[in-house]
């Protein structure tokens, strides 16, 4: 099927749907694009945690959100770079580490989070 068909098929969603499939078509592209350039994305991957703007971002982000475990966080972190392809299990790690080195949150033994005052 081309590109003709299906955009003449796309008009006939409805608008929720259009933005569904607009999003689908971003992370399969993005997908498609870090399988062919899995060299860029290491490179990415590497400078993620070390980058003062994201950790402030992730920090922000997460002052309003406030999960409150260990597992909600990381899917938190995970859902704010949703739109960008994604992130790693590792770079999510890394992120939670910085956050924690930083003195942003503290994670107790039973994995709750606690956020300074």
């Known amino acids: 099927m081309g590109y003709e068909k299906i955009s003449e098929q796309a008009e006939k969603l409805n608008y929720r749907d259009k933005?569904?499939?607009?999003q689908l078509l971003i992370q399969l592209a993005r997908k498609e694009e870090e399988e062919e350039n899995p060299e860029k994305?290491?490179?990415?991957?590497?400078?993620?945690?070390?980058?003062?703007?994201?950790?402030?971002?992730v920090v922000d982000r997460l002052n309003k959100l406030r999960p409150a475990k260990r597992r909600t966080l990381l899917n938190s972190i995970?859902?704010?770079?949703?739109?960008?392809?994604?992130?790693?299990?590792s770079d999510k790690e890394k992120i939670l580490s910085e956050l924690l080195d930083n003195g942003h949150?503290?994670?107790?033994?039973?994995?709750?989070?606690?956020?300074?005052?």
């Open 105 to 117: 949150i503290s994670i107790t033994e039973n994995n709750c989070v606690q956020y300074p005052r």
């Open 19 to 22: 933005l569904r499939l607009a």
């Open 41 to 57: 994305r290491a490179d990415e991957a590497t400078s993620c945690s070390s980058d003062p703007d994201l950790i402030q971002y």
């Open 78 to 89: 995970g859902a704010m770079f949703q739109f960008q392809g994604g992130v790693s299990e």
